[in-house]
């Protein structure tokens, strides 16, 4: 059974850091686009970044460029969102999610969906 699972949320003060993780089991993530997505109280969900499955290609959203990292460790069957300079409008549920897919990643069309971990952003 195909199944991802979140970790590494937590509460931060604005300006600090936090690295999430998300590890596939029943699966391997060669062939398999990862995204990570977020959703704040009352606000539709939003992609945050992916990386597809060799690792050559990512995509973030313009409101973390140059603040987050997207990274995988296939033998690890992991992938890392590093989180730095956080800001209280970071504050959601983020979620990943993988799909079958070639190519260059995409913030959409994603098939299969972790739990989530909450991420709070506030002094």
């Known amino acids: 059974q195909l199944q991802l699972v979140e970790s590494g949320g937590g509460l931060v003060q604005p300006g600090g850091s936090l690295r999430l993780s998300c590890v596939a089991s029943?699966?391997?993530?060669?062939?398999?686009?990862i995204g990570w997505f977020r959703q704040a109280p009352g606000k539709e969900r939003e992609g945050v970044s992916c990386?597809?499955?060799?690792?050559?290609?990512?995509n973030y959203a313009d409101s973390v460029k140059g603040r987050f990292t997207i990274s995988g460790h296939n033998a690890k069957n992991t992938v890392y969102l590093q989180m730095n300079s956080l800001k209280p409008e970071d504050t959601a549920i983020y979620f990943c999610?993988?799909?079958?897919?070639?190519?260059?990643?995409?913030?959409?069309?994603?098939?299969?969906w972790g739990q989530g971990t909450q991420v709070s952003v506030s002094s």
């Open positions: 999610a993988a799909a079958r897919r070639v190519g260059s990643c995409v913030l959409f069309g994603y098939k299969y």
């Open positions: 029943g699966f391997t993530l060669n062939g398999y686009h």
């Open positions: 990386i597809s499955s060799s690792g050559g290609s990512t």
